[in-house]
């Protein structure tokens, strides 16, 4: 039996260097997310007072700390636990109960946060999520009964959009 060795077999040569480019832009995303939490993380505050800042900012770290969960290193994921905790969940404390989209926006980044932090406070992220789900059906009622919504389409966008 032979064989017929092909030398230089072009698809061979693609498939390398194709796989190099995505492991090395992967690697680069996972650097770039990571440096962007952790930058954010290193705020002197979320700016609670506008609450939509603190729960948008949440809202960021938690999908990005809960994607790359597994690329993150433990230090880098206490790092990123903890702010959560300290610059968003102990800044929830009267909750958000409005007829629109501060409602859905502001208990959508702070379940989002408290599911992803909760190792760090059980007690505060149980909390923060209870209030968020007693706050929810208010939230629905500004689309009765036809749907519209009454801070308009861009609202309506905005807030729909962290409600689902």
Aim: proline share 3%.
């Amino acid at each position: 039996m032979s064989y017929d060795l092909v030398e230089f077999n072009p698809l061979r040569d693609v498939d390398r260097k194709t796989e190099q480019i995505a492991v090395n832009l992967l690697a680069q995303i996972i650097k770039a997310a990571e440096k962007e939490m952790l930058n954010s993380a290193s705020f002197k505050s979320w700016n609670p007072k506008h609450y939509l800042d603190t729960a948008g900012i949440s809202l960021a770290i938690s999908i990005g700390l809960d994607s790359l969960y597994n690329d993150l290193s433990q230090e880098v994921k206490d790092v990123l636990g903890n702010a959560i905790v300290e610059k968003a969940l102990k800044h929830n404390t009267w909750g958000f109960t409005g007829r629109n989209n501060w409602n859905q926006v502001c208990n959508a980044g702070v379940v989002s946060a408290s599911i992803v932090a909760f190792e760090y406070n059980k007690n505060l992220a149980k909390s923060v999520i209870l209030r968020a789900i007693n706050a929810n059906p208010v939230a629905m009622q500004a689309y009765a009964p036809e749907g519209v919504y009454p801070e308009g389409v861009g609202y309506w966008a905005y807030g729909t959009s962290s409600q689902v």
